[in-house]
């Protein structure tokens, strides 16, 4: 994937099969190219987990570029594989895999799982049905029987999470300077508010790695309080201790942690701990 990142046009965009989705012609070719591969390995790994590593890699070294998802006008659905953030490199990741295992490996099959996965009951209405607390998009693809929160089973503790950080900044988010996306915004942060949710203290990472397999989703919680995620990635079992395989800001790319998982968060103040989550089979 690394090799056709030479040369990348910034302003070629088309529309593909459906009005709400865009993707340059680059990225297109890299997910083709992508698509080619997994097509040539069908019943290579006997889990989503293993193809999640797999897949993960092979995004390896590429760059890591903050709102990508950001375009001006209604909400589409974006396809980037030329830069990504820790949150489109995780989405791009999981829908790869869940094609893969389903052995429904094509373009337009990536569109509608993407979709599914990004969007609030699996639907693109505008842009406040994006999922942009992780919390929610946790809660709502275990809804969709994409994933299963593991984090109590394996000795989470319960906190609060009251995200509120959109509504009280919109400032920073071009589209809300729609007074109507705000309202809708904050009626998604007080749903959020009613579930129940649990994370497991940094402090405690060692003690429970345990019962984190790779392929595991990991999603970084913050002390904020208006705030519940600030990172995620997926864990990676290296040398018997658990990393992080994630699209790194501090190194601008994908990589694999250099330190354990617990390690990586130990001193950063802004990390609480982690909540954990596990792809479901088909």
Request: hydrophobic share 35%.
């Amino acid at each position: 994937m690394k090799k056709l990142l030479a040369t990348l046009p910034l302003l070629l965009v088309i529309n593909l099969l459906q009005a709400q989705t865009v993707c340059t012609l680059e990225s297109r070719k890299l997910l083709d190219q992508e698509l080619s591969k997994l097509s040539t390995e069908k019943g290579k790994h006997e889990t989503i987990q293993e193809w999640v590593i797999e897949i993960g890699k092979d995004f390896l070294g590429t760059p890591y570029v903050e709102k990508t998802l950001e375009i001006p006008g209604p909400e589409q659905l974006v396809i980037n594989l030329q830069g990504v953030d820790c949150t489109t490199f995780l989405e791009s990741v999981v829908t790869l895999a869940r094609m893969t295992e389903m052995d429904e490996i094509s373009f337009e099959r990536f569109e509608k799982e993407l979709e599914k996965i990004r969007y609030r009951a699996g639907k693109n209405i505008g842009y406040p049905s994006r999922l942009h607390y992780f919390t929610e998009w946790i809660v709502d693809n275990q809804k969709k029987g994409v994933l299963k929160d593991i984090t109590a089973e394996i000795g989470g503790i319960t906190y609060p999470n009251r995200p509120s950080f959109m509504s009280e900044n919109p400032k920073y988010y071009s589209q809300l300077s729609d007074p109507g996306n705000v309202e809708k915004i904050k009626e998604a942060e007080a749903e959020i508010s009613k579930y129940s949710y649990s994370f497991i203290p940094k402090e405690q990472i060692q003690s429970l790695e345990k019962g984190i397999q790779s392929g595991d989703l990991i999603a970084i919680t913050t002390p904020m309080a208006n705030l519940d995620v600030v990172h995620v990635g997926f864990a990676i079992s290296q040398n018997g201790r658990i990393h992080l395989l994630h699209a790194s800001s501090k190194n601008k790319a994908v990589e694999i942690s250099a330190l354990p998982l617990h390690e990586y968060l130990a001193t950063n103040r802004g990390q609480s701990g982690i909540m954990v989550a596990r792809l479901s089979g088909n």
